[in-house]
């Protein structure tokens, strides 16, 4: 199951730290959640560094949610990505998409 930490907030700048899975199983409770961060605040951070495992229907959250930043005219970015979010969205080739910095650690 995921959990949803919000960091320090402010009406337009919002943190959202996701853990646990992101699937299909709990994808309803998630994409609730991101958007509702995106109406919350004007600039989303994403926060994947503690996602254990994401299938198909996390990935399309991720997407989901990027595109309604857009159309919006909010802005959405992952800050960190675990390697189970990052191996998904590279399988994709969308890193570009999300156009965020993604940091490899050294041991993999």
Do not use: C
Request: glycine residues 6%; aromatic residues 8%.
């Amino acid at each position: 199951m995921s959990e949803f930490t919000a960091q320090p907030n402010t009406d337009s700048f919002r943190r959202m730290v996701l853990e646990g899975t992101m699937t299909i199983y709990n994808a309803a409770e998630i994409k609730a959640q991101l958007l509702g961060g995106l109406q919350s605040a004007s600039i989303l951070e994403i926060d994947l560094s503690h996602i254990s495992e994401m299938d198909t229907a996390g990935f399309q959250l991720l997407v989901m949610a990027k595109r309604e930043s857009q159309r919006l005219g909010r802005t959405m970015r992952i800050v960190a990505h675990s390697p189970e979010a990052h191996e998904v969205i590279d399988f994709y080739n969308m890193d570009a998409f999300f156009g965020d910095p993604v940091l490899i650690p050294a041991d993999h």
